[in-house]
């Protein structure tokens, strides 16, 4: 049985909080939002109950978990002398969306860090996790709380989707701010590195560190041993995406010859349209989702994984969307429909 609290992000301090709390702290598992998504929390000290996160989710033990932290004193706690760097890179962004993989200390558990040598540590900025970890006095490891390659939980009902009954508490705040998870940086090789695009751009990173750079993701699905994260096939609905790049005008009308095309052979089509885009397909009889409008990419990356959870909802077969310009927070949101679509974009010429 999964109990679920209700907490008031604007005032999260409660007795479901204290519960949650010391549930965590007897090894408990326990899901709560974060100002990106909701995440999947175990206490990050305790080997058999991260364990327990990696059962619940179906994740493989070679993905290492973030440990999140309340204050710079658990940054020592959990890491072997951090940087220079990590403290003027906290000092920008903390709390909030950027994770940094660090060196890590013994206390953390090796099978948190998937047997790595090194921990990816995060102080959120979320009012309910930031009241958890307060509460429970302990680092808290969380991967986000969605099974195991299936879009990530931006809401409780996307939580209690995938993960009713297999974990104890989960904490109801509301939807998700940002709706992305964090910037994955790591501090460990000779210049920054980031693993992960998120929440925190690379063009707000290189004000302070110009010299950062950007590991190629994964996208080769022939891969047989993928470095940890870097699984392609990830964030996905259980409708096979098709991602679209090219001119917007091109996009779109081959996006509508496809709809019509898989609507003649029996299938359900979704469509992840962008603002205008949708009256292009709701005459078709596609199913469609509003993302949100191009200029305000942050209301379209709040949107992203609800939006194809809702079309998996609805039980569609095909998930068709257009790619957005990769620049600011469109390099995260084109990650993860990149991940959504395994990897395979259908490049439309004009
Ligand atoms: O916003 C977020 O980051 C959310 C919330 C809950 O904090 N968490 C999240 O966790 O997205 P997860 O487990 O879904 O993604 C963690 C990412 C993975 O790509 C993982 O490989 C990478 O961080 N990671 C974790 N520890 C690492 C390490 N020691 N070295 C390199 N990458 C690491
Ligand atoms: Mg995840």
């Known amino acids: 049985m999964t109990r679920i609290f209700t907490i ?127 509460a429970a006095q302990i680092p808290i490891a969380a991967p986000s709380a969605n099974t195991f390659s299936r879009p990530s939980a931006t809401t409780a009902a996307h939580v209690l989707e995938d993960l009713d009954g297999k974990i104890e508490f989960l904490l109801d705040g509301g939807a998700a701010k940002m709706g992305l998870e964090s910037t994955v940086l790591d501090l460990t090789g000779e210049v920054p590195a980031i693993l992960r695009p998120g929440a925190v751009t690379l063009e707000a990173l290189r004000v302070v560190i110009p010299n950062v750079t950007q590991k190629q993701r994964m996208i080769d699905t022939e891969d047989a041993t993928p470095a940890p994260g870097m699984l392609i096939k990830h964030y996905s609905p259980r409708a096979r995406v098709l991602l679209y790049t090219g001119s917007a005008g091109a996009v779109l009308e081959r996006m509508q010859n496809d709809t019509q095309r898989y609507t003649h052979e029996g299938k359900r089509v979704g469509v992840l349209a962008i603002g205008d885009d949708v009256a292009h397909f709701a005459p078709l009889g596609a199913v469609t989702e509003v993302m949100g409008d191009e200029r305000d990419l942050e209301g379209v990356g709040a949107k992203l994984f609800s939006s194809l959870r809702a079309l998996d909802a609805q039980g569609v077969d095909v998930i068709l969307v257009r790619a957005l310009p990769r620049a600011g927070l469109g390099d995260a949101i084109y990650d993860r429909l990149l991940r959504a679509a395994e990897g395979q974009i259908i490049a439309v010429e004009d």
Do not use: C
Request: charged content about 20%; aromatic content about 4%.
């Open 8 to 134: 008031d992000p604007a005032q999260p301090e409660s007795v479901g909080l204290r519960i949650a709390a010391d549930a965590l702290r007897r090894g408990e598992l326990v899901a709560f939002p974060t100002e990106t998504v909701y995440g999947l929390g175990a206490n990050a000290l305790d080997a058999a109950a991260v364990a327990r996160i990696f059962q619940a989710k179906g994740r493989p033990a070679n993905d290492p978990i973030i440990v999140h932290i309340q204050d710079l004193a658990q940054l020592y706690l959990v890491a072997e002398h951090p940087p220079m760097l990590a403290l003027r890179l906290a000092e920008h962004f903390w709390p909030g969306a950027l994770t940094l993989v660090v060196k890590r200390r013994p206390i953390i558990p090796a099978t948190v860090s998937a047997g790595l040598d090194t921990v990816a540590v995060r102080m959120p900025s979320g009012s309910v996790i930031r009241a958890l970890l307060k």
